[in-house]
């Protein structure tokens, strides 16, 4: 900016004034997201950049874009990723990334979850838009092997948690064992298939009764599964208990949790429950 004397200094000024609105909105209308502090990369539980950044669109386009019909590209214009390369969800090489989907990009899509809901729950209508995650929150997955019935080495993981609650909305209770928020074909496996092909014999699998905690609106229930080992000696015993934070505070019904009980039978054996 160039002027002589004063009517050159107070065009440079409201040039400059306009310059400095102009990049104000600019900054206004980005979001940044940025995964600075996150711990290294570390084992098996890592995801790449393009997983952290995939993570994130996922609530991006389902709490703020769910009438584009998953057409995110106006929204991406209006957002900035820093990833920190290095860290666990923005892994290089040579890190392991084989259990990215059930571990770095389900802990990089929760809190966002979390983050954008409770902004949109400060206005009266955007809150409405409001999603609470859902049942498979840090994925309790249980996971055994051992030998199985027909004495072959076997392994396999339990996707039950899959079939968890979604938590209240602003208007309206929860769903009871609603499933994953993001997913419209979200499924557990069939209790007779589980039983076919790997020593299980399911005792219950049932509707988790009043586990949807308290308030005006509640969250929906969730589902409880309970099994013994069958037709091998193999035992499980290993217990898991996870407390949930809810989006605007929490309160003790809503715990998951995966147990062992023990049986009183003369077998003996023990029942393993995941809730």
């Known amino acids: 900016m160039h002027g002589r004397g004063h009517r050159g200094k107070i065009r440079g000024h409201v040039v400059l004034k306009a310059f400095l609105a102009d990049k104000m909105q600019q ?35 389902e709490l703020l874009c769910w009438d584009q019909l998953y057409a995110i590209g106006g929204a991406l214009r209006h957002i900035e990723f820093q990833p920190a390369l290095g860290c666990f969800t923005s892994a290089t090489h040579p890190a392991s990334v084989s259990t ?7 802990i990089s899509l929760y809190p966002a979850y979390n983050t954008i809901s409770k902004m949109l729950s400060c206005d009266p209508e955007l809150k409405k838009d409001v999603m609470t995650i859902g ?15 027909w004495g072959e080495r076997f392994g396999y993981l339990l996707l039950d948690p899959m079939v968890g ?8 209770d929860g769903i009871a064992t609603g499933g994953q928020v ?25 509707e988790n009764t009043d586990s949807g905690g308290s308030g005006k609106f509640r969250g929906g229930n969730s589902a ?5 080992p069958h037709g091998t000696r193999a035992e499980m015993l290993r217990e898991l208990r996870l407390d949930p934070q809810g989006l605007a505070g929490r309160v003790r019904e809503a715990m998951g949790a995966a147990s062992v009980r023990r049986s009183a039978s003369q077998s003996g054996r023990s029942a393993f429950e995941v809730r």
């Open 27 to 61: 900054l206004l209308h980005v979001w940044n997201f940025d995964n600075a502090g996150t711990a290294d990369q570390v084992g098996a539980i890592n995801t790449t950049y393009s997983g952290w950044r995939g993570s994130l669109m996922t609530a991006i386009n």
């Open 100 to 106: 990215a989907p059930v571990q770095a990009m389900e």
């Open 135 to 149: 049942g498979t929150s840090q994925f309790p997955l249980t996971v055994f092997r051992g030998i199985d019935q």
């Open 165 to 172: 609650a979604i938590g209240a909305f602003s208007f309206r």
């Open 182 to 206: 993001r997913s419209p074909i979200c499924r557990i496996g069939n209790v007779e298939h589980n039983e076919q092909s790997f020593p299980i014999l399911t005792l219950y699998r049932r």
């Open 224 to 228: 409880v599964t309970a099994f013994i």
